[in-house]
């Protein structure tokens, strides 16, 4: 079997709305980050992930732009956590991105779950960046029929460097939305019938909104990593 890019999950691009885009990155990076460069990162519309082998050949998803329906679950997709602190978050965001059961779990039912992690606040949520990251209809199908899943193992998740200067900065500016931006490095390893399989380092850059005494909830993630 030749070699290719692995999980389609995460070769999808990252398709970007022009009025969330600018609202995510106005709150959460002119705000907080001012760094000209990771206002690039949140409001490009460009930016693949890199991935390596799979026994299906990529193809680009088709976002999902309105919530779905949970009426069928959420399959092997866990609940989110009950956590107060955007790093723990992020780290536990990260292991639902980088994860997925198609043995166990449909597409629906796994869009349904990766939804219920998002913030409630419509104003700032960004659905569509999140549901991008989820191949369309046609490519889960053939994940299925080759009984295709993935795990990952979280490494850290840390405040990229320009995050915590702004903050530093201009402490009380989070607290228009109390969005940060988190950094988080792992490991993916892929799997399907037959005994193929790979893994491969994974990093991204998500925006988890932390309000005070209220669990965390995912609003974005960036089409590139802040260091």
Same mark, same amino acid.
């Given at each position: 079997?030749?070699?290719?890019?692995?999980?389609?999950?995460?070769?999808?691009?990252?398709?970007?709305?022009?009025?969330?885009?600018?609202?995510?990155?106005?709150?959460?990076?002119?705000?907080?980050?001012?760094?000209?460069?990771?206002?690039?990162?949140?409001?490009?519309?460009?930016?693949?992930?890199?991935?390596? *082998?799979?026994?299906? *050949?990529?193809?680009?998803?088709?976002?999902?732009?309105? *919530?779905? +329906?949970?009426?069928?679950?959420?399959? !092997?997709?866990?609940?989110?956590? +009950?956590?107060?602190?955007?790093?723990?978050?992020?780290?536990?965001?990260?292991?639902?991105?980088? !994860?997925?059961?198609?043995?166990?779990?449909?597409?629906?039912?796994?869009?349904?779950?990766?939804?219920?992690?998002?913030?409630? /606040?419509? +104003?700032?949520?960004?659905?569509?960046?999140?549901? $991008?990251?989820?191949?369309?209809?046609?490519?889960?199908?053939?994940?299925?029929?080759?009984?295709?899943?993935?795990?990952?193992?979280?490494?850290?998740?840390?405040?990229?460097?320009?995050?915590?200067? *702004?903050?530093? /900065?201009?402490?009380?500016?989070?607290? /228009?939305?109390?969005?940060?931006?988190?950094?988080?490095?792992?490991?993916?390893?892929?799997?399907? +019938?037959? $005994?193929?399989?790979?893994? /491969?380092?994974?990093?991204?850059?998500?925006?988890?909104?932390?309000?005070?005494?209220?669990?965390?909830?995912?609003?974005?993630?960036?089409?590139?990593?802040?260091?």
């Amino acid at each position: 079997m030749p070699k290719r890019s692995l999980s389609p999950l995460h070769r999808a691009t990252t398709h970007w709305t022009t009025g969330r885009r600018i609202l995510v990155a106005a709150v959460v990076i002119t705000a907080l980050l001012g760094a000209a460069g990771l206002t690039a990162w949140f409001t490009s519309r460009g930016g693949q992930s890199k991935t390596g *082998a799979s026994p299906t *050949a990529p193809a680009p998803s088709s976002p999902a732009t309105t *919530a779905p +329906k949970a009426s069928a679950g959420t399959g !092997s997709v866990p609940a989110p956590p +009950k956590l107060t602190d955007p790093l723990a978050y992020a780290r536990a965001a990260a292991v639902l991105l980088w !994860s997925y059961d198609t043995r166990t779990t449909s597409r629906d039912q796994h869009l349904a779950g990766m939804h219920a992690w998002m913030t409630s /606040e419509t +104003k700032y949520t960004d659905w569509t960046a999140i549901s $991008g990251q989820v191949p369309d209809p046609v490519l889960w199908s053939r994940m299925a029929d080759n009984a295709q899943y993935a795990t990952a193992a979280v490494g850290e998740a840390h405040f990229p460097s320009a995050f915590k200067q *702004a903050l530093a /900065e201009n402490p009380s500016a989070i607290t /228009e939305a109390y969005i940060y931006a988190v950094t988080v490095t792992g490991k993916q390893t892929i799997a399907w +019938k037959g $005994g193929g399989g790979g893994a /491969e380092d994974r990093a991204v850059t998500l925006a988890v909104q932390c309000r005070p005494s209220s669990d965390c909830a995912l609003v974005s993630l960036a089409p590139s990593v802040a260091p």
